[in-house]
């Protein structure tokens, strides 16, 4: 007797938003591989996050504001899981990529390393610049720290 057809996937979701908006040379598919273990600690982690939100009144508009973020950081190959209040949904077309935002930055870093200004107040403009491209890419939350390197 021949074994039944099964799904080539064990589930899709729909994803409320990209930020910061990616490009059109991103691929339109993009796989993330980990391993058993990493996927267990996914799994407990958004287990851990569900069952917290479950807790809340989902009659609240506060509650009902609030969803997943997976954060994945290329840099160090990590995803983290936390709750997020959610921005509107926007379409895929009205994303704006931040690809010029490197270039803009190093323009912006030239003008303030030529100002007239003091050491301190030069240090002040590149830290809250930097600050907004972490910002732009996911990478930042105003009100918390940049993590040691």
Known sequence: MPEPKTKSSFGTVKINNFSPALPD?????????????????????????????????????????????????????????????LGQRKPASAAKPVDDLDQLLKDYVVDVEAANLEPNTKATYLLHARNFVRWARGQFKPGSRKPEA
């Open 25 to 85: 040379t991103v691929p339109l598919g993009i796989n993330v591989q980990i391993t058993y273990e990493e996927a267990l600690k996914l799994h407990i982690g958004l287990q851990r996050l569900l069952l917290k939100m479950d807790s809340y009144n989902r009659n609240d508009k506060r509650a009902k504001e609030l969803g997943v973020c997976l954060c994945i950081f290329r840099d160090v190959h990590s995803l983290t899981v936390t709750e997020q209040k």
